[in-house]
Structure formats: C-alpha cells, structure tokens
C-alpha cells in the first residue's frame, strides 16, 4: 500500500492526519494525491457543490496594510473606488439576483479593521431585508468584530462569518502589521460563540512554505473551520507583492488535494485568483475541491456563476449548502 493509500485509508476511519504526515503526503506524486483527495470528497461530502458570492458592501481607504490587498490605504493602486456601507436597497438587489441564478449563499464584504457598532446596526437592517425576501443564506465578512456584535448579526439573520487566517501564524507578520493572527483567532471564535459558522482559509503564493500552508489549514481544523476558501495570489500592481509568480495549476490542485485530507469533510472552495488558472480551477475540482465563490471578487473580475453552474453539471455536482454546523 501506498503511503497517499494509507493516509486516504486513515481519513475514510475518521482519523486526523498530523502536520508530518501531511508534509510528507504533499510530496507524494499528484495524479495519485488528487485521485486520492477526490474520493475523499465523494465518500465525505457527496456531489454537493457549495456555491457562493460577494458583494463589495463597503470599498477602500482600509487602514489595514495587508500586502496583497488593492484596497489598502497604504499603497498606491489602480482601485480609486471609495464609497462607505451600501444601502439595504443596493444590497437587496443584488441578493436577489443571485437568488435568481442559482446561488445559495451570498456574502456580504466590508473594507477595513473592523465595522463601528452604527455600522453593524445598519447592515443588520439590510439583512434582515434580505431573510424577509430572498430564499438566500446570508454570510458577513466585517473585520475584527466581537461577540456583542456577532450576536445582532446573527438576530439579524446571517448564518456565516468569514475572517482569512491568511497564512500560518509564523508567516502572518510578514503579510500584515496592523493587527495579528491572535485577533483573527479571537474574532473566529467569538462568531463561533455567537452561534455562527465560521468560513476561513487563506491565500497562496504570498511566499509562504508548503509546511505554512498546512498549519494555517490544521489550525482553521482547530478552530472548528468546515468552509475554507483558496484564493491564489493576484498580484495587484502597487501592492508589495505586485512581482510574485501566480501559482501553477499543479502547485493549486496539489494544495486543494491536501486540504481535503486534512478536513475531508469540509467545503474547500476555491475563492480569489481562481481565473488565473489555465483551466479556471476544474481541476481543482477533481482534486477535492467542492466549493467556490463565483462572480466577481472585490476589486477584480471573477467567473460567472452561469459559466460556473454549467462546470458544477458538466463535473456531476449539484448546487447544494454544505457544512453548515
């Protein structure tokens, strides 16, 4: 037996893998690791295929000075769009076009550290708009909030929060100064205190070693994370990070056959930078993947969720909600 046979005959037991374990795995040879991740996903997960989207709820002057990011407010890019929260009128229509293409669960995304608690108030009226008119799942992406707050939200009707860990906490200090991996921590567990669940990964290509890449994954494990977002590196000129390489397809579907072992039960949705890829992720999505964000990102283009819910039929998913625990 293999060792890629005998790690996938660990999983399928209901046993975790170690961080040495998926270290060596990560060198196995790749057909046979996304062989392997893709059973995986049939036997834990189904075809279900979780699909999601964003809307940019409130755009740039962020404080934050993540290196990767168009938005920030300490670098100099080709994103010049500010405007504070959209209004509930703006947000609403947009959940309901969604809605009406097929789309599950819709995320709604600020820029910045952290919402004020007038801030909260006021999104939480556009999703409780939202609950009232839209067959939707609503998720929020509002920075470093609290448990207080997370709480409205989740009165408000939001089943999700999402906050990146980004890398691992040995490489985070390079990405971001202005707040830390332990916030990050915090601020996921506090929407787990809440009653939220709790959507978090990270992004690939900012440098980081393979053995990052797998402690942020068996460190959102720790936290309780089902629903893990891949984004790869789209290197924003401007940014520090304008001169990195964008990932390869192999070093993408090795990375997403290796999540799935470490939460085989997990949704890995492929998030940011997806249409980099030659193939625009499909395979990806047969090396374990089962989820995505579709549409377009922030403050870049993404796929559109027609062009994805015809990948979902041709790969034999079906558009379905995963991992809402």
Same mark, same amino acid.
């Given at each position: ?15 975790? /893998? ?6 060596? /795995?990560?060198? $196995? ?6 062989? $392997? *991740?893709?059973?995986?996903? #049939? ?34 890019? $080709? ?12 947000? %609403?229509?947009?959940?309901?076009? +969604? ?15 952290? %919402? ?14 939202? #609950?009232?008119?839209? +067959? ?27 906050? +990146? ?26 929407? #787990?205190? *809440?009653? /939220? ?79 980099? /890829? ?13 989820? *995505?964000?579709?549409?377009?990102? %922030? ?14 039929? #041709? ?11």
């Amino acid at each position: 037996m293999s060792f890629v046979d005998e790690m996938k005959e660990k999983v399928l037991k209901g046993e975790c /893998l170690t961080g040495k374990e998926a270290i060596r /795995l990560s060198e $196995a040879p790749l057909l046979e690791l996304q062989m $392997a *991740a893709d059973e995986i996903r #049939k036997v834990m997960c189904g075809n279900s295929f979780d699909i999601c989207t964003i809307i940019n709820g409130k755009c740039g002057l962020c404080s934050e000075d993540c290196k990767y990011c168009a938005q920030s407010a300490h670098y100099t890019t $080709a994103c010049k769009e500010t405007y504070p929260l959209l209004s509930t009128e703006e947000i %609403l229509e947009e959940a309901k076009k +969604n809605a009406g293409r097929g789309v599950l669960r819709y995320s709604i995304v600020t820029s910045g550290k952290r %919402l004020s608690d007038k801030e909260v108030d006021k999104v939480c009226e556009s999703i409780r708009e939202i #609950k009232k008119k839209v +067959n939707i799942e609503v998720c929020v992406s509002f920075g470093l909030l609290n448990e207080t707050q997370f709480r409205k939200i989740k009165e408000a009707g939001a089943s999700r929060v999402h906050c +990146n860990l980004e890398s691992s906490s040995r490489y985070f200090s390079e990405v971001c100064t202005t707040h830390t991996y332990e916030e990050k921590i915090e601020t996921l567990k506090a929407a #787990k205190r *809440a009653g /939220l669940s709790i959507c978090s990964g990270g992004i690939l290509g900012l440098g980081e070693s393979m053995e990052d890449r797998i402690d942020m994954v068996l460190t959102a494990r720790e936290l309780g994370v089902k629903s893990i977002p891949v984004n790869l590196l789209n290197p924003i000129p401007g940014t520090p990070y304008e001169g990195r390489t964008p990932l390869t397809n192999e070093e993408a579907c090795r990375c997403v056959a290796l999540f799935r072992f470490l939460i085989p039960d997990g949704a890995i949705r492929l998030a940011g930078g997806r249409g980099l /890829l030659g193939d625009k992720g499909e395979g990806c999505f047969r090396s374990g993947a089962n989820a *995505a964000i579709s549409g377009d990102m %922030l403050t870049t283009a993404g796929i559109t969720v027609e062009t994805d819910m015809e990948l979902i039929r #041709k790969l034999g998913f079906e558009a379905k909600l995963c991992c809402e625990e």
